[in-house]
C-alpha cells in the first residue's frame, strides 16, 4: 500500500503528464509536505513537481515560507547545473568535431529535452559514444586540454568544467554480461541515423535513434534495477522517451529483442506502469501482457527499495563494501529473473571480479579536473 506522499506525488506526477486533470483535494489537504518533498529528492523529481506544487491553490500547497526554503532554491540550482551541462556538452561536442570526430550523447541531457521542462530534470554525469574513436579521442583530449581520462570498466572518466564525462568504450557493462549478446543490437541499431538537436552553442549536438536509444534505455534500467534499484527519475526518462518517439520505434522488433535477453515481462511491467499509475496513453505504451502482482512490486521497489543498507566506499571500507554488495546481489535475485537470462551466479562471480579488476573513485577523478 502506498503511503500519503507517495499517492500525493503520484498525484502531483500526472498532473505534470496531464495538467487538465482533476486537482484531488482531498488527498492535498491531508498532504504532509516535508515527506512529499523528502520523497520526492530521493526520486530525483523534486524540481519537476515543483511547477504543478507552485500553481495550486493556497489552501493545498505547501507554505510560502517552505516554498522558499524548501523548493524554489533547489529548482534555481536545478537549472543552473542543466545549463552547465549544456555548455559542457557543446563545448566536448566541438572540440570533438574540431578533430574529426563524431560525438553521440547518451542519457542525460538528450533525455531531458522530452520533458515538459527539461531543465527541470536533474542532470548526474555526462555521457558520450564517439562511434569507435573513444581511445583517440582520449589521446586528443590528454595532449590539447591537459585532462588525463581514468579507466573504467566500458568508459573512461574524466572532469570538465566541473561536469564528469563518461566516454563508452562500448554502450553498455560487457565484462558483466559476456554471453549476454545486448551490446551487438546496440551497435547494430548505431548504425541507424542519430537525432539532431540543436546545442547551446547553436552546433549540432547527436542523440540516439528512437530503436537505439529504446533498447539502450530499457537495457541501463534493467540493469540499474537489478543491481541496485531505479527511481521515478529513470521510470520518468523511459516515460516521456516513449510518449514522444513511440511512432518511430520499431515495438515488433524492440519485443523480440527483449524476448531474446528475458526483459520482455520488465518491458511489459514498465509500460503498464506508465499507463496504470502515471497515466499516460496506453495507445502510446504497448504492452503484450500484464503481471498486476510484478507490476506492484516493480513499482512499491522504485518507491521504497526493498534492500536499503548502503554500501561503503570500496576505498574506506573494502570488507564492508563487498559483503553488502553480496547481500545486494541475493536480496535482488527475484530482479535478475526479469531483466537477465543468465545464470544468476555467473553474473555474481563476473560482477565482483570486474569490480575488484577495475576500481575507481571520485577522489582519482577529482585530480584530473579542468
Known amino acids: 500500500m502506498l503511503t500519503n506522499a507517495a499517492n500525493v506525488l503520484c498525484h502531483l506526477l500526472r498532473k505534470v503528464i496531464n495538467p487538465t486533470i482533476m486537482t484531488e483535494e482531498d488527498l492535498l489537504k491531508n498532504a504532509n509536505w516535508d515527506d512529499v518533498k523528502n520523497l520526492a529528492l530521493r526520486q530525483g523529481v523534486h524540481a519537476i513537481i515543483f511547477d504543478v506544487v507552485s500553481k495550486l491553490p493556497p489552501e493545498l500547497r505547501p507554505d510560502r515560507e517552505s516554498l522558499i526554503r524548501n523548493w524554489i ?58 562511434y569507435g574513436k573513444q581511445k583517440f579521442a582520449d589521446k586528443i583530449l590528454s595532449v590539447e586540454m591537459d585532462i588525463r581520462p581514468i579507466k573504467s570498466s566500458h568508459h573512461t572518466i574524466f572532469q570538465y568544467k566541473g561536469v564528469e564525462v563518461e566516454n563508452h568504450i562500448t554502450f553498455i557493462e560487457t565484462d558483466c554480461h559476456k554471453a549476454d549478446g545486448s551490446e551487438e543490437i546496440l551497435l547494430d541499431y548505431a548504425r541507424e541515423p542519430a537525432i539532431e538537436v540543436g546545442g547551446e552553442k547553436g552546433n549540432t549536438i547527436l542523440l540516439p535513434s528512437a530503436n537505439l536509444n ?25 516515460a516521456f522517451f516513449v510518449n514522444k518517439y513511440h511512432t518511430d520505434i520499431d515495438w515488433e522488433k524492440l519485443y523480440v529483442h527483449a524476448l531474446d535477453k528475458n526483459m520482455h515481462i520488465f518491458l511489459d511491467c514498465l509500460n503498464a506502469i ?26 512499491l521497489d522504485i518507491l521504497y527499495p526493498e534492500f536499503k543498507e548502503i554500501a561503503p566506499s570500496m576505498r574506506s571500507n573494502f570488507v564492508k563494501y563487498c559483503y553488502v554488495k553480496t547481500k545486494r546481489q541475493f536480496a535482488n535475485k527475484w530482479k535478475y529473473g526479469i531483466t537477465y537470462k543468465e545464470s544468476f551466479w555467473s553474473i555474481l562471480l563476473r560482477f565482483a571480479w570486474n569490480r575488484i579488476r577495475t576500481p575507481y573513485s571520485f577522489g582519482d577523478i577529482i585530480k584530473n579536473k579542468r
Open 214 to 238: 529504446a533498447f539502450f534505455l530499457l537495457r541501463h534500467s534493467s540493469a540499474h534495477f537489478a543491481t541496485e534499484n531505479i527511481t521515478l527519475r529513470h521510470l520518468l526518462d523511459w
Open 73 to 130: 532554491g533547489y529548482v534555481i540550482a536545478i537549472e543552473k547545473y542543466h545549463k552547465k551541462h549544456a555548455d559542457a556538452i557543446s563545448d566536448l561536442s566541438l572540440f570533438y568535431e574540431k578533430n574529426g570526430i563524431k560525438m553521440m550523447l547518451l542519457k542525460g541531457w538528450g533525455l531531458s529535452l522530452n520533458y515538459p521542462q527539461p531543465n527541470h530534470r536533474p542532470s548526474g554525469d555526462i555521457d558520450i559514444w564517439l
Open 274 to 299: 506508465c499507463v496504470d499509475v502515471l497515466g499516460f496513453d496506453s495507445s502510446c505504451f504497448p504492452i503484450h501482457r500484464r503481471y498486476p502482482l510484478l507490476q506492484k512490486r516493480i513499482f
